[in-house]
């Protein structure tokens, strides 16, 4: 059997497997194709998957002679006319907000595997590239906001009197959120942490952050670690709760998503009309449309001073260790789909596979993705 790994599109810099990844690969009894050109823009060149014995090829025949394509984003309708029925499509697709593609995999009769979708259990943490890859963007926010802050992030007392630390506001407690808690102290700011799950709070206190709480949150124990829908009345509280907050910091990270919904507006523009000049705000709701009410994806806009930094990308500024963690990811799924002997394997009984398979032989196998497809043809 064969593995192809594809290039992504600019601007992503990640590549599906790296050249370290390739003893791993060998385990599986199975041969490996790697466009050429897949691994640069993560520093890893054609010259080391060749030294590792790989074949470097074209993406075509990558596309042609593969039975597992990986590719971290969406294939083109091009590349996709290009694949046999019955090949493995696996990726980080996003399929609950990419419904017209998941229709053209069911045409095609693709089996498609999107990896941010597997169950977030306990035994599936080894292939949770969501946390793998918001780890990583948690982190480089709080470095791109303290490039951008006109203020320094720690205390400093100087013979010019004292500098107080910069204030850090991070809007939900997730991974991604816990990351930024521990980096933005290690920076020594003050940080004030908000998220409708009570369960974070002892995590975000350990971390030395301060744990904003309003009363009444809906239950999100079973939503996998994801934000739910809050009552009206729950929003207004938690509306007047976050502008108090978001008016007196100097840095915001927003992490807030809902599943297959448009992101949560946490901060409207009147409480950005109230934020101090040169505050900012790095969203990475981005991609779903943010948590600001001027959030643009891959944009920074400038209102009244503030600095809202659209980016729903920053893993990839890290992309060798963002490829590393997330290959490895992909790595621990592969073995629940390949056999010892390298045949394919798929398991629909086994939990993880099949809450990860979007389609197979002509038909969608995932029920939210299968609900929202319903509701879609409904309101058409």
């Known amino acids: 059997m064969v593995i192809g790994v594809l290039k992504e599109p600019h601007p992503e810099t990640r590549v599906s497997l790296l050249p370290e990844h390739l003893p791993l690969v060998k385990k599986l009894n199975v041969e490996l194709l790697i466009e050429s050109g897949a691994g640069s823009n993560a520093f890893a060149t054609d010259e080391k998957y060749k030294e590792a014995g790989v074949q470097v090829t074209s993406r075509e025949t990558v596309l042609q002679q593969s039975s597992i394509l990986l590719s971290i984003h969406l294939l083109k309708d091009a590349d996709l006319n290009l694949v046999e029925a019955g ?13 017209e593609s998941v229709e053209n995999w069911v045409q095609k009769a693709v089996t498609v595997f999107s990896i941010d979708m597997i169950p977030r259990t306990t035994r599936a943490q080894s292939m949770d590239v969501l946390s793998s890859q918001a780890n990583i963007a948690g982190y480089k926010a709080v470095l791109q906001a303290a490039n951008l802050l006109p203020h320094y992030f720690p205390m400093f007392m100087t013979a010019a009197g004292t500098i107080a630390p910069a204030r850090v506001l991070i809007l939900g407690a997730g991974v991604a959120g816990l990351q930024s808690i521990a980096t933005a102290r290690r920076l020594g ?37 994801y934000a739910v829908e809050q009552t009206e009345d729950y929003k207004q509280k938690q509306q007047e709760k976050i502008q108090q907050s978001v008016i007196k910091n100097d ?4 992490t807030a998503q809902i599943p297959g ?7 409207t523009e009147e409480t950005l009309n109230k934020m101090k000049n040169g505050s900012v705000i790095i969203d990475l709701a981005a991609a779903t449309g943010g948590n600001t009410a001027l959030t643009k994806n891959g944009e920074t806009v400038v209102h009244n001073g503030v600095s809202i930094i659209g980016d729903s990308m920053l893993a990839a500024s890290m992309p060798y260790d963002a490829s590393k963690v997330y290959g ?22 086994d939990d993880l596979v099949a809450g990860t398979c979007i389609t197979h032989a002509g038909k969608v196998m995932n029920d939210k993705v299968a609900l929202l497809i319903e509701k879609v043809t409904d309101t058409a």
Request: glycine share 8%; net charge negative.
């Open 261 to 267: 919904k448009k992101a949560p507006v946490l901060i």
């Open 87 to 99: 090949t493995v499509l696996l990726g980080n697709y996003q399929p609950l907000y990419n419904i």
């Open 328 to 349: 490895k990811n992909i790595l621990n799924f592969m073995q629940l789909i390949i056999s010892a002997n390298g045949e394919m394997n798929l398991n629909f009984s």
């Open 189 to 225: 700011a003050v940080v004030e942490v908000f998220d409708t799950r009570p369960s974070v709070k002892e995590e975000v206190i350990s971390l030395g952050g301060k744990f904003i709480e309003v009363e009444g949150a809906a239950d999100a124990s079973k939503a996998g670690g």
């Open 251 to 254: 840095v915001v990270i927003t």
